[in-house]
């Protein structure tokens, strides 16, 4: 319960300092393939994932988003391919419920396909 509330908080703490360093555009703020990866973040956020585990999806997340404020969305998509490979293998070696990775996977297939379509 104590290491869920510290991630909590430690991830609060690196994606409020990402936002303080790098204010999204006005333009970007309903960019359909961010609200993805936004709902991505809270979601991968909100399971009970090992600390490695939620760390390596919080980074690949995290260079998403900076990939899509540098305007390269061809490394977001890898990126985003990226996650879905490793939630995979996250859900293959049973520390994911199925339901949650397959959740996790048919959003990013779907900020996948709107990043496509830039």
């Not at 290491?3 to 204010?23: C, D, K, W």
């Not at 609200?35 to 760390?55: C, F, G, K, N, Y």
Request: proline letters at 8%; a positive charge.
């Amino acid at each position: 319960m104590i290491r869920a509330f510290g991630f909590i908080v430690v991830l609060l703490l690196v994606t409020s300092g990402a936002a303080a360093a790098n204010p999204p555009n006005p333009a970007q703020a309903d960019d359909p393939t961010q609200v993805h990866v936004a709902a991505l973040i809270d979601e991968s956020a909100a399971l009970s994932l090992p600390p490695r585990v939620a760390r390596a999806f919080l980074v690949t997340l995290l260079a998403v988003n900076e990939a899509l404020r540098q305007g390269e969305p061809s490394r977001a998509r890898v990126l985003l391919n990226t996650f879905a490979v490793e939630v995979r293998g996250v859900k293959r070696a049973k520390r994911l419920p199925p339901a949650a990775a397959d959740a996790l996977i048919a959003r990013a297939e779907a900020a996948i396909a709107t990043c496509s379509r830039r």
